[in-house]
Every structure is written in structure tokens, then in C-alpha cells.
Nanobody, 128 residues
Framework: QGQLAESGGGSVQAGGSLRLSCAAS????????MGWFRQAPGKEREGVAV???????SVADSVKGRFTIAEENDKNTLYLQMVSLKPEDTAMYYC??????????????????????WGQGTQVTVSS
């Protein structure tokens, strides 16, 4: 049984930076769509950024230019580098994955229900 484990969340002031990590273990698929979602209290879970097995990246407009998704395959780790953080970025951030498919095969990468593998989440709080 595979696992996704996030780390790196915390509390920062507006304008600050954080780097989230997602360590994947127990998966042996060569094709995947993996990425980051976030959910603020009372709001829908929303897609932040994803990357697939051939390196195609999609990023939400709300974070474009501020957040960067990257992967380190030899460490089975996914990252989300976040800079210029805003209070509206405050949310629980989740690592998500769907295997045996590339992101374009999910219909829309933003649909959280298209992903069957999730981490526990890591909290990011940005104060003004």
C-alpha cells in the first residue's frame, strides 16, 4: 500500500516563503499525475499545481508566478516552492496522486475527485 507524506508547512508573514515536500513510498507506477491541492475552512478543495510523468506542469492562475512545482524522482519526492505568500494562501495543503494516467487523461487536473491517493495534509498559515 503506497503512502504520500507531506511536510514543510508552517506559519509565515505575508511576503514570506515556504517549501512543501511530499514523499511517496510504495508506488511503482511509471505513469502518474501528482500535485498539490489546498483547502481553506469553508471552501472547496482546489488544485494548486500538478506534474505528470513526462514533466508537463499545470498551475492555477491564483498562484502562477509565485508557486513552483518540482519533483526529484530519485528521492520519490514532490515539492511545492511558495514565494510571495499572501494571507489568502492560508489553507491545508494536500499532496495528491493518480497513477497509470497522465494529468491530461483526468479530464481536468483541478478535479480533486479524480485523484485516488492523498496525503494527510500540512497546514500553511500566512499572516498579514
Amino acid at each position: 500500500q503506497g503512502q504520500l507524506a507531506e511536510s514543510g508547512g508552517g506559519s509565515v508573514q505575508a511576503g514570506g516563503s515556504l517549501r512543501l515536500s511530499c514523499a511517496a513510498s510504495g508506488y511503482t507506477y511509471s505513469r502518474y499525475c501528482m500535485g498539490w491541492f489546498r483547502q481553506a475552512p469553508g471552501k472547496e478543495r482546489e488544485g494548486v499545481a500538478v506534474i505528470d510523468s513526462v514533466g508537463r506542469i499545470s498551475v492555477a492562475d491564483s498562484v502562477k508566478g509565485r508557486f513552483t512545482i518540482a519533483e526529484e524522482n530519485d528521492k520519490n519526492t514532490l515539492y511545492l516552492q511558495m514565494v510571495s505568500l499572501k494571507p489568502e494562501d492560508t489553507a491545508m495543503y494536500y499532496c495528491a496522486a493518480e497513477f497509470s494516467k497522465d494529468c491530461w487523461q483526468l479530464g481536468s487536473w483541478r478535479r480533486h475527485y479524480a485523484y485516488n491517493h492523498w496525503g494527510q495534509g500540512t497546514q500553511v498559515t500566512v499572516s498579514s
